[in-house]
Structures are given as C-alpha cells and as structure tokens.
C-alpha cells in the first residue's frame, strides 16, 4: 500500500543493492610467471622421477615406454598425425636419455624401428623393445655423432640467417666423453697412417731424417796383422848380414 501510494505522489524507490557476493569483478590479469631453467642435474632428477612414476602405475610400464617412443617418432613422419606439444614432452620426460637419442637419429637424418601397436599388448615383446632401444641408446656412437654434427650444423645456419635456433640436442655427459675419446683416438690412427705414408714407419722420437731413421755408421775394418817382412828397424842399427831363410 504504501509503495503504491508514493508511487501516485511520483516518488519511485531505489532497487534494493545486490548482495556483495553476487556483484560482478572485473578479472585481474595473472601476474607474469618466468619459466623455470632446470639445470642438467635437476632434469636428470625430474626425468628420473617420471619415470618412476610411470612405472609404479597400473599396467605394463614398457607398454608405455613403447608408445612414448612412437610419440617421438611421429613429430618427424609427416604423414602421421602429430601428438600435441604436452603429449610430446611429457613423452620425452619419461624417456629421458632415450628421448634424446630419438631425436638424434632423426636429426641425423637415419630412422629407427617403432614397435607396431597390434605388438604392444604383448609384455614379452615390449620388454625386449625396451632393452633394446636402451641399449642402442647407450651404445650406438655412430647415430649420436651424427645428430650432433646436424644439430650443431643447424644452429650454425639459424644464427647465420637470422633464423629461430632450433631445440638443443642435450648430449648425456656419458655418450660425450665416449665420443670426445673416439674422435681422440680416430686422430691418432690418422697421424699413423701419414706417417706410415711418408716412409716414417709411425715412429716420432729421436733425431730421425724425413725417412724416420738416421742413416748407420759403416761398419769399421778390422786392423790387419803386421807381417815379419813389414816391420821396422830400430834407427841405428843394421840388419844383420847372412842368408835370408
């Protein structure tokens, strides 16, 4: 009654206020997050740890070690469907070292063997695929060195360009030293051969010619002995007269 009689003298009464949970915020924008730069001993311990994981979860763990490696694979098959960036790298954070190889076979231009789907449900097969690709990972110095060279091949033309530096390839320390020995040990074979090319034998000590040996001495003639006839009369003195005998 009484709205409708100030609403008759021409007063309109304000709408009541929302409660102040239902008034609408404006959004703020997230604060600016830095990534996060892991160094090489804390990707180790996280690649380590996902692993872990992955393995202590229901099923068969080389199953899933077998599709991480065809998760790879597939970035480089341009006719496969391509795994979306997370798939990627939580794939390569499971594999770990593994994944690295993966990658440099493929920057190396070779191709590597990936376990056909209707295999994986078979726990032998894939545990054998598993040793298997670890084992090439650890071993197979060839592939490594080449996807190193492409890598460092890559980078070079992008800064050259102007163009966006490729993803690293980060090398485990282990297969480094084994390559860093290789190369030490290839340069030394090589010197050989050069040396054995130019008639010097291998040999590098001493104070050798271009032929890589001093010439020898001659040998010294023996002294002959003095006959009876040759030797010499004491001045002063005659030889004796008589009848040689």
């Known amino acids: 009654m009484l709205k409708t009689l100030l609403a008759f003298a021409g007063f309109t009464p304000a709408p009541p206020k929302r409660p102040p949970s239902r008034r609408r915020v404006a959004p703020t924008a997230a604060p600016a997050v830095a990534p996060v730069v892991l160094d090489a001993e804390a990707r180790a311990r996280r690649n380590a740890a ?3 994981r992955a393995d202590a979860l229901p099923g068969d763990p080389n199953f899933r070690f077998a599709q991480d490696v065809a998760t790879v694979v597939r970035t480089y098959d341009p ?3 391509q795994p979306s960036a997370e798939q990627l790298q939580l794939a390569l954070c499971r594999l770990g070292d593994v994944g690295t190889y993966v990658r440099a076979v493929y920057i190396g231009g070779a191709r590597m063997t990936v376990l056909a789907e209707s295999l994986r449900s078979d726990r032998a097969r894939t545990r054998a695929y598993r040793e298997h690709v670890e084992s090439l990972a650890r071993t197979d110095l060839d592939r490594w060195e080449a996807g190193a060279i492409a890598a460092d091949r890559a980078a070079n ?3 050259r360009y102007g163009n966006p530096q490729p993803a690293p390839l980060s090398i485990p320390e282990e ?3 084994k390559l860093d020995a290789r190369a030490i040990e290839k340069a030394r ?4 051969q050069a040396a ?5 034998g291998g040999t590098t000590g001493g104070s050798a010619g271009p032929t890589g040996s001093a010439p020898a001495a001659p040998p010294a003639l023996p002294l002959a002995p003095a006959g009876k006839g040759d030797e010499e009369t004491p001045e002063g003195s005659e030889p004796p007269v008589g009848p040689k005998r």
Request: net charge positive; aromatic share 0%.
């Open 196 to 200: 054995r090319r130019n008639g010097g």
């Open 157 to 159: 033309e992008a800064r």
């Open 50 to 52: 996902l692993r872990a």
């Open 189 to 192: 074979r090589l010197a050989e």
């Open 175 to 177: 297969i480094r030293t």
């Open 79 to 81: 006719h496969s469907s």
